[in-house]
């Protein structure tokens, strides 16, 4: 097991904590209470305390584990911050933070603890300040003074083999499993919860194990897979639910408002943990309380998932990247850019700039998911309307703001994103590369890329058939070494001129197979038949292609070369 990875490479990301104007490090502690949206200070996103101590001991940089000592911060004064809750996709505790940036992602103690359960018999829900049957504290704070302040914040404690037990802070869990972009994570700590705020039009088919569904506006593709679990396992849904639940039940009670969450699955998986060994009675090893998740094993349920974004449109794509003056529609200024020292602010976002993703880049979390296909749309290129630039450029922005926008502040609303790769890696296959070019070189019509897959961000396996006799042909694979086989891969793109659209498909062989096809009334289906169309014309009617994509296409549309 490779334990040298780092959770994120987060270059490029706006300045956070940057009321730390000291050369000071500054280690995450742990999190506190969360505070609903308050309209009395036009702050409508939900917040999370973070506690912050400053790390004392700066000789931590040749020897991190000197991190592990009581006194390697100044816990006992801690710097309390409150945080956009959408911000929690890049926080950890122990990470460590200067001038406002993440400069160090220590291990601490690297655990992987394999096979474990997790149900209602192994896990409980048990507060940070437990004292256990009266017999000691879970959380020693001779050994662990960093959650001092936060004793009535919850966890979920798991019972291991040899009277040992893992403690895992709610928070954690939450980021871990829901964090996969601010969207996302808000719509938890705003409850109630309801689907639509999610998702829409889900579609399961049992015989290939394909989950389909809409995202709704706003939420990030980077959330599809965990969007996808909660739509298929009871166990996700309930546990978002009860994130937002549980805080409303405490702050109306006067207990604090402290969320509390359990895993989002009943069963078995193995995962891999940063944090610290403490002592119970005369065990010096029989609590680990966990710092981050670094990876979680547990299958999620479903074989591949295709996932749509409500508002992906023609016309939202045209806005992407450059604000529109609001008196004309046609005339347009060009984008401002972000400032490179852009700092993020506790405030509600501008209502005139244009949301942008900020995207950081994390090891696999779940491995379960490198082995399964994840996809959606993709806009290649466009027919644009006539605009007019103004010739006029803003000034770079200095600001941005996690959440939906809310003022006039002249701040960036924003999104974070967790991704397992960069799209820099993501070229376009080899088979594709000529087809890809010649499409490009059109004008005047919208084309997409119905395969935009985490895999390659450009095919998807070929749909595998088995004929009458349960047996499964041969070309549909490609050998790779011997013994060895995998699917060939496939890209379908869809071509569309004024109402006509067509769609085209290339499989990966030598030379390549492309085939065109006409889409019926209902889009999905069609994909989906379209794919199994390809996939038996590819087996018994093989077609090379021998022609240029873009000629073809003007041909089929009755265009002239000229357009």
Known sequence: MDFSKKPFNNNHLPSIFAFLKDENFWRIDWFGEVAFPNRLLRRTQPSILVHLSRVLNTSFQENPALLLAPDSTFASRQRKVWVSVGTLPLLRVGDLWQNGQLISEPDYELEEFPDIRIDRATTHLVKAGLNLDDKGFLLPIAEHPWHMHCTQSYCVMLELPQNRRLIIPCMELIRFYFGSSSNLLTKLFLPPLVRDALYSKPHFDKSSGRLTLQLAAGISGASAADIGRMHMDPHAWRSAVHVGTSLLKGSVSGQGAYPQCYFPFEGHTSVIVSGKWLSFQDDSRATFIVYSLRSCSHPFPFRSLRYDVKDRSPSSARRNGREQNETDALIVRKSANDSPGQQLIEKDASNKLAKQQRQAWSSTRFPDLTLKTIWKNRMLSESSPNSTFDGTRPSDIQHSAVGNPGSD???????????????????????????????????????????????????????????????????????????????????????????????????????????????????????????????????????????????????????????
């Not at 059109?442 to 009458?468: C, R, Y």
Request: glycine residues 4%.
């Open 409 to 563: 502040r002249r701040a960036r609303p924003i999104d974070f994103e967790i991704r397992a790769k960069q799209k820099s890696e993501f070229p376009a296959p080899e088979f594709l590369r000529e087809i890809v070019d010649e499409l490009e070189s059109l004008d005047g019509f919208n084309i997409q890329l119905l395969t935009d897959s985490e895999q390659d961000g450009w095919t998807i396996p070929i749909a595998v058939l088995v004929n009458e006799d349960g047996e499964i042909d041969a070309n549909l694979f490609i050998e790779i070494s011997e013994n060895r086989l995998r699917e060939r891969r496939m890209a379908v793109f869809s071509v569309e001129y004024e109402t006509e659209c067509i769609k085209i498909v290339a499989v990966e062989s030598s030379p390549v197979h492309m085939k065109l096809y006409l889409p019926s009334n209902d889009s999905e289906t069609d994909l989906l038949e379209t794919l199994g169309c390809a996939a038996s014309d590819f087996i018994s009617r093989p077609e090379p292609k021998t022609e240029n994509v873009s000629h073809l296409i003007l041909w089929v549309f009755g265009l002239k070369e000229s357009i």
